[in-house]
Nanobody, 125 residues
């Protein structure tokens, strides 16, 4: 079992930055691919970014490329999402997720095994 707790959300203006943090506990953090997802109001949850076990590979949704950066610190059991140049359409509930993986460098497809409760990000225009 892995427990994930997100923090760092808030209300900001368009163009501002936020850094989301996800703290993990329960299992060996470096065994897990980590991802961020978001669910806008009234819409389905969608992929935002993912990072491989030792941060060699990252993936991003097209909508956030060049503005968001995912990173991790395995010594601190933490994954981050740095969000710059925020837009109103980035408004959503942001979730952290973990996926057990045997790949050291790749991000395999497939579902995520554990999810946090989410942190709200609201961007005003």
């Amino acid at each position: 079992q892995v427990q994930l707790v997100e923090s760092g959300g808030g209300l900001v203006q368009a163009g501002d930055s936020l850094r989301l943090t996800c703290a993990a506990s329960g299992r060996t953090f470096s065994n897990y691919v980590m991802g961020w997802f978001r669910q806008p109001p009234g819409k389905e949850r969608v992929f935002v970014a993912a990072i491989s076990r030792f941060a060699r590979t990252t993936n991003y949704a097209d909508s956030v490329k060049g503005r968001f950066t995912i990173s991790r610190d395995n010594a601190k059991n933490t994954v981050y999402l740095q969000m710059n140049s925020l837009k109103p359409e980035d408004t959503a509930l942001y979730y952290c997720a973990a996926k057990l993986s045997s790949y050291r460098a790749a991000i395999p497809p497939g579902r995520y095994d554990y999810w946090g409760q989410g942190t709200q990000v609201t961007v005003s225009s």
